[in-house]
């Protein structure tokens, strides 16, 4: 390291004019460049050293200045990206209107309402030759004219109407796939990568970057192009992406310099040069073979062939062998075919269930009805009237036959609730977009629907809790304790000098504190939020860091041990001129204090410290420091003379002890003023707060006092990591559940703790089942050792502005302004979106109740459905896609939080809606009955029933068909409210949307019945009948109020519907004759009535074009074709190769793979959970096998790993 840092002085200052290099050739091919990339390690090295000398003559070659970076000048990167490329991977093309039509039209129960109409169209224009067609019977003469000419208006109205159908669905799927190539796109924009162009230090859009730049690589990073490494720190990859080998690499000149677009930096900084970008990197190249996302069976075989590839180049890898299964990739293969099972979340397992349930009946109902028209025709014609069969008559026949069978189909679609997954989409699509506007960018779509069934949050503090805006305001200097920054005079000069110098050379050279942006603002902390405070405090004592940098730049750093959470602290070590080394340390005080054998005494000189010295500066300074919220950082060095032999630098632990104390300071980070109300809101609403913090356990019960986790007086537990540790492991060192279910209730702050006590923790809290329902957790996480806890969690949210990529990448919703109350503001769509859809249901099957009940006897007592098919479309129409629109789209009130959350038991539909959907269907089916067979009466106008087969329509079913609509406009407003509340006219004006449905509904309703005519089955009707209708239609206002007078409580009979699908009700052997399958509707149907099933499959094609949007916006980013940049295409599952020999085999409710922690394999064998809270969609959030392997999963250099070995 040491030469290496010689060799770039000497280029330091070359600078590439660039006028000659515009018409120059760069002295480097793309063919060159990618032949270099493909190589690793050993063999890529040898390859630089003899084509190019080292990593300096590709720079040259690249007219590039490793220091400088590129000059910035655009016709220079533009003619880069011409010649070797833009960084931007193409998307696979989205599917095109038409084909988004054609895919409604595969609608099974459409394509049976296609075939009736065009039977009724041809028979209607069929004439029967001459013969006496009185003989037929029952179509009386006189009708025979008019019948020839209209008689093809019913069919051609159903076909209309399945147009409308179709390019409504379409229209719908279009839409979505267009807001999320939206979301798609903003995410990708705001993905930025620091890069030196210039001499100075900037962010890009990972889009910008180009071949030649000089990008600065650090912890936490998801590389976006190849690159060679120019200068490293202690540089460690994690490359199991692309390699499948989950141990890190490391990264050094002389050893292995080669970073690979998409593997994530796991230790370390450094800078590389970029050699290759978008297609030509070797994500890109992956992906080209893919052919951007085509088949997946291409997909597998190129990946087996990359395996084998990079596995013959890495000699070591072939020793890893062992870690997959037995033969390579097959257990993969095996896994990934499997994939596309992927566990619906908890609603959706839900309202398919419910669908399935509604739409057998309904198919019941229509089969009945059918048979019945049949029956009754027959024995009508043939028996009692005696009549033979005449061969010419037969048309007139079938066109009876096909009229039943229309009514059939139309009962069959009134009662399939095809709305549903559109409600469920919409209201997601919606929530998600407003929830951009409250900060929560939302990946994977249920998160948001899980959120409002939330019952923990797991918070970090710093940043989330707190503004993340440090400031040094305490400082234990020369013995002396100053409460406010000392003027620099009072500070002895060679103090200063150490102070100052080891803060500015000890923490990252890309923090910087930069002039505020406007006058009179708050100077701008750029880079890591702790090592700002301390050059801040350079600052406060009139002294230049940005001087000693240039006095000691980045390259002649001599050794790096940066900062990690198992360390905990972070050293730099120099080499002066003289020989000699001296190591600056600084980190969390009682760590690095532990290490501190000497101290520099009041007047500057050092002196002994003893142990019994380090206590008293812990209670006099320290505690108190930390009792006030203060962050307490140790500074430190230590000196090795020249004479003495180069210590061994890679044996840490030796380096890094008997150092000499410089100070302590005290950094206040200020609670942000919104949190303690936003926790207020998550207590009220019943969702317990934890923090959990790497904090001293002090520092963090001050702050949680502050934000209301804790109240003085009550006994809830505050653990460091290592006594909750050491409370849930028994004797041989293993996690037990029991010991876990013992601690968490009362747990509110857990300090001191590592990545793998809040995964413990989080895991813990997810599996108990001491509480009655399972704990739905949230978790925060910002750095990348979250990735485990936020991927284990039920929705893990990470840090858009302090978050790494790691994180972002492991997380379902990212909080774009790092804020705890954005969070409430997720809470509150969650149930938002829970109760939208619950209004929806109740509304929807009062429609279907009364509707299917309406055509039903109709068809059987008068032999004519008093709704006509095309009527029923209508009312199909307005109640499934118009409706779910409208109630779907209701904004949220704060009164959302001031209920407990459902839990995942909850049926969809609670006893006060079941109390309203048959309070309203019961005055509804009264209303019809008594117009349809007393309303000639009534009106005294002409009865409409056995009317004969082209009859004009008339006047009397017009009004039943009039009133029943307009029944269920006004049930929309009723429908507003699900829990029984009286004014259900609250807040209506706030949803613009619903006023303008229910409008328009109107509007087109009164065009429907004056001039909808023959084609719509309707007479015109006065202002009289008018009114009546509206007055019926009103009545259900009323009578909701009568209805919300009865107590449910009396009412014990009602039952809840919509449950999940509870564990005792999946047969055994079905468990463990297919271990992947967990999609509920098709466990529903495995019970032999597939075939039955076939004539529901509208909701399948509905909640496919639900898990298409899902599933794009699900594998959100995880998923090829939706990529545009390299970047968020490494963690495609299919990518992700399977570290663990064990297949995984996801029971209904078990968690997820991450589970090989210690709780499963338990020496004492927790018993068998007593499924109190079990949707066999429990683990709804948790992405399969394949996903949760988060690149950090566990490696063996990994926290979790340790906890794994101890087995």
Not at 923 to 949: H, W
Not at 957 to 977: D, G, H, P, S
Request: some cysteine; glycine content about 8%; proline content about 5%.
């Amino acid at each position: 390291m040491g030469d290496m840092a010689n060799n770039s002085v000497g280029y330091s200052g070359i600078k590439y004019a660039m006028k000659d290099s515009n018409h120059g050739d760069f002295g480097i091919t793309l063919e060159e460049l990618r032949d270099l990339m493909e190589l690793r390690a050993a063999d890529a090295l040898q390859k630089i050293q003899e084509c190019y000398g080292d990593v300096y003559g590709i720079c040259a070659r690249l007219k590039t200045s490793p220091n400088e970076g590129l000059s910035g000048n655009p016709a220079d990167i533009e003619r880069r990206a011409a010649v070797f490329g833009k960084n931007f991977i193409p998307p696979k093309k989205p599917k095109t209107f038409l084909q988004l039509v054609w895919e409604a039209l595969q609608d099974v129960t459409l394509i049976i309402l296609e075939i009736a109409a065009i039977v009724s169209l041809g028979l209607s224009f069929y004439r029967p030759p001459g013969g006496n067609e009185a003989l037929c019977g029952t179509v009386p003469v006189g009708e025979e004219e008019e019948e020839g000419e209209t008689g093809w208006i019913e069919g051609a109205a159903i076909l209309l109407s399945v147009v409308c159908v179709v390019l409504v669905t379409a229209f719908n799927d279009w839409s979505k796939e267009k807001q999320f190539r939206g979301l798609q796109n903003r995410i990708e924009q705001e993905q930025k990568f620091t890069v030196i162009r210039g001499g100075q230090t900037i962010q890009i859009p990972i889009a910008d970057i180009i071949v030649g730049d000089i990008a600065q690589v650090k912890y936490g990073d998801l590389l976006p192009a190849d690159g060679v490494l120019i200068q490293g720190n202690d540089l460690k990859i994690d490359e199991s992406s692309l390699t499948g080998e989950s141990d890190l690499v490391k990264k050094t000149l002389d050893r292995d310099p080669m970073l690979l677009s998409g593997t994530h930096v796991m230790e370390g900084s450094g800078r590389m040069v970029v050699t290759a970008v978008g297609i030509n990197s070797q994500t890109g190249i992956i992906f080209t073979l893919l052919g951007a996302g085509g088949d997946d069976e291409e997909e597998k075989k190129e990946k087996e062939k990359k395996e084998k590839k990079t596995k013959a180049q890495d000699g070591a890898a072939m020793e890893m062998q062992p870690l997959k299964s037995e033969d390579g990739g097959d257990g993969d293969e095996k896994k990934r075919n499997n994939m596309p099972k992927k566990e619906k979340s908890v609603l959706q397992g839900k309202l398919t269930k419910l669908a399935v349930q509604i739409g057998k009946a309904g198919l019941l109902m229509s089969a009945v009805t059918v048979i019945i028209l049949v029956l009754y025709f027959v024995i009508d014609t043939f028996w009692v009237q005696k009549r033979p069969w005449l061969a010419e008559c037969t048309p007139i026949y079938i066109q009876y036959f096909v009229k039943f069978f229309i009514i059939g189909v139309t009962v069959l679609v009134v009662a399939v609730p095809e709305g549903l997954p559109l409600a469920v989409t919409i209201s997601l699509a919606y929530s998600v977009k407003k929830m951009m506007k409250d900060n929560n960018l939302v990946r994977h779509l249920d998160a948001c629907e899980t959120m409002g069934n939330a019952t923990a949050i797991c918070s970090d503090k710093t940043g989330t809790l707190t503004m993340n805006r440090m400031t040094v305001v305490q400082a234990y200097i020369n013995e002396k304790h100053y409460k406010k920054i000392p003027e620099p005079e009072a500070i002895p000069e060679k103090t200063l000098s150490y102070l100052v110098t080891g803060i500015s050379v000890n923490s990252a050279y890309t923090t910087k504190i930069l002039p505020p942006e406007k006058e009179g603002g708050l100077p701008r902390h750029v880079g890591n939020k702790t090592e700002c405070a301390l050059l801040g405090m350079v600052l406060d004592l009139k002294r230049d860091y940005q001087a000693v940098r240039n006095e000691i730049p980045e390259e002649t750093l001599y050794k790096v041990y940066t900062f990690n959470s198992v360390r905990k602290s972070m050293s730099t070590v120099l080499k002066n001129s003289d020989g000699s080394f001296r190591i600056f340390s600084k980190g969390a005080s009682e760590i690095v204090l532990k290490k501190c054998f000497k101290i520099l005494s009041a007047n500057g000189e050092i002196k002994v410290f003893r142990p019994r010295d380090r206590d008293d500066i812990v209670k006099t300074v320290i505690e108190p420091m930390a009792s006030e919220g203060l962050r307490t950082i140790c500074l430190a060095f230590r000196d090795f003379p020249a004479g003495e032999p180069e210590p061994e630098w890679d044996n840490e632990n030796d380096i890094v002890t008997g150092l000499t104390c410089i100070a302590v300071v005290g950094i206040e980070d200020p609670v942000r003023p919104e949190v303690p109300d936003a926790i207020r809101k998550c207590q009220r609403a019943g969702i317990t707060v934890r923090m959990v913090t790497g904090d001293n356990i002090n520092t963090a019960r001050a702050i949680s006092l502050k934000c209301g986790i804790l109240h003085p007086g009550e006994d809830f537990l505050c653990l460091e990591g290592k006594e909750f540790n050491r409370r849930i492991r028994n004797e041989k060192g293993e996690i037990e559940q029991e010991r876990i279910d013992k601690l968490w209730p009362k747990l509110r702050v857990l300090a001191r703790s590592s990545p793998t006590d809040k995964h413990t923790l989080v895991k813990g809290i997810i599996d108990s089942t001491v509480a009655e329902q399972r704990q739905v957790v949230a978790v925060t996480g910002d750095g990348t050792n979250d990735g485990p806890a936020l991927k284990k969690a039920d929705v893990g949210f990470a840090m858009g502005i302090a978050g790494t990529d790691v994180a972002k990448e492991a997380s379902d919703i990212i909080l774009t302004d790092d804020n705890f109350s954005s969070i409430v503001k997720a809470v509150m769509w969650g149930r938002n979106v829970y109760d939208s859809i619950s209004k929806f249901l109740q509304f929807q099957l009062t429609v279907n109740v009364v509707a299917v009940i309406v055509a039903f006897t109709g068809a059987c007592i008068t032999q004519d459905s008093p709704l006509k098919a095309v009527q029923m479309l209508w009312v199909n129409l307005i109640m499934d896609t118009l409706a779910s629109l409208a109630l779907a789209t209701e904004p949220p009130t704060e009164s959302l939080l001031l209920r407990k959350p459902y839990g995942r038991n909850k049926p969809l539909i609670s006893r006060t809606m079941m109390k309203n959907i048959l309070g309203h269907a019961f005055y509804q089916l009264v209303v019809v009955f008594t117009l349809l067979f007393a309303g000639e009466k009534i009106f005294d106008i002409d009865s409409g029933r056995n009317a004969p087969l082209h009859a004009p329509p008339s006047e009397h079913y017009t009004i039943v068909f009039n009133t029943f609509v307009m029944m269920q406009l006004f049930n929309e407003i009723n429908a507003r409210k699900i829990h029984g509340e009286r004014n259900v006219f609250e807040g209506i004006f706030n949803n613009a949307i619903f006023c303008t449905i229910v409008l328009g509904t109107f509007i087109v309703q009164i065009v429907i019945v004056q001039f909808g005519g023959k084609p719509f089955s309707c007479s015109e009707l006065t202002i009289e009948q008018w009114l009546w209708s509206v007055f019926l239609g009103m009545g259900t206002l009323l009578w909701g109020q009568l209805i919300s007078t009865v107590p449910t409580s009396q009412l014990k009979f009602l039952k809840e519907a919509g449950h999940g699908t509870q564990k005792e009700e999946i047969p055994e052997e079905e468990l463990a004759e297919d271990v992947e399958e967990i999609d509920h509707a098709e466990r529903e149907l495995r019970r032999g009535q597939i075939l039955w099933f076939r004539g529901l499959n509208r909701i399948q094609t509905q909640i496919r074009v639900v898990n298409a949007f899902r599933s794009s916006l699900y594998e959100g980013l995880e998923k090829p074709e939706s990529r545009s940049s390299i970047h968020n295409f490494m963690t495609h599952p299919e990518f992700r190769i399977e570290e663990d020999s064990e297949t995984h085999i996801p029971l209904i409710d078990d968690t997820d793979a991450e589970d090989d922690a210690p709780t499963k394999r338990n020496s004492t064998p927790l018993p068998p959970s007593p499924n109190k809270n079990n949707n066999a969609v429990d683990s709804g959030i948790h992405l399969t096998t394949d996903l949760n392997k988060s690149a950090t999963s566990s490696s063996p250099g990994s926290p979790l790993h340790s906890l794994e070995t101890s087995l």
